[in-house]
């Protein structure tokens, strides 16, 4: 689901609802949706997200406004863009886990909060071909040689094979790269909106002098 951020900002002249055009706002809006997602980027690179790059590049920005509301939204192409954000429960993630074999193979942590869940049919696009992406993320990622508790190499199809195991059983990890990226934008980008509000609000007030108003700014 878009993460998606509202603005409404209207006048109340005589207890009717005005409404305000936020041309401003709106190109205010378009320079902070550009640089949440370049620094959403960010994050899932520093998050060592980005094996084959198609997450990062599916990000995109969208805004739908009408004359008193603005809605900036966030989201992917690719349809687990999600999943990686909020993570993925695992199907039975009260499992005690295996004990970790030698050469320390990766074990995704639970997600409790997540709406996604395996075996639930929420994360039907992605169950039937969970086992095909990880053998492409263990192709594409150089974990090197890893060998089991006797010093044998562990062949990339039982690495697979766990791995999907383990993913599935016990969960993905939200990376929250969006929200991180959603909060730092925002603070950064409040002086930008605030004046572009003002110079709406000014606009408004110039064509219609003869009223009183009451301006109120909903975030």
Request: aromatic residues 10%; glycine residues 10%.
């Amino acid at each position: 689901m878009p993460r998606t951020n509202r603005i409404v900002l209207y006048v109340d002249i005589d207890g009717e609802r005005v409404p305000l055009y936020l041309n401003r706002l709106q190109k205010a809006m378009n320079k902070v949706g550009k640089r949440i997602v370049a620094n959403a980027r960010k994050v899932l690179k520093r998050q060592n997200k980005v094996v084959s790059g198609n997450l990062s590049r599916s990000l995109f920005y969208s805004i739908e406004g009408s004359k008193d509301t603005i809605e900036l939204s966030f989201e992917g192409s690719v349809p687990y863009w999600d999943f990686v954000e909020q993570g993925v429960q695992g199907a039975a993630p009260n499992t005690p886990p295996p004990k970790n074999p030698k050469g320390k193979l990766p074990y995704s942590n639970r997600a409790p909060d997540s709406p996604y869940k395996f075996g639930s049919g929420r994360e039907q696009e992605t169950t039937g071909t969970l086992r095909g992406g990880i053998d492409r993320w263990v192709i594409q990622k150089p974990f090197g040689a890893i060998r089991d508790d006797k010093g044998r190499f562990i062949p990339r199809k039982s690495m697979v094979s766990a791995l999907s195991r383990n993913i599935y059983t016990y969960g993905i990890a939200p990376s929250n790269f969006y929200t991180i990226a959603i909060d730092q934008g925002f603070k950064k980008g409040q002086l930008i909106m605030a004046k572009a509000i003002g110079l709406d609000v000014a606009e408004f007030v110039e064509e219609n002098m003869d009223g009183i108003y009451n301006i109120e700014i909903t975030l």
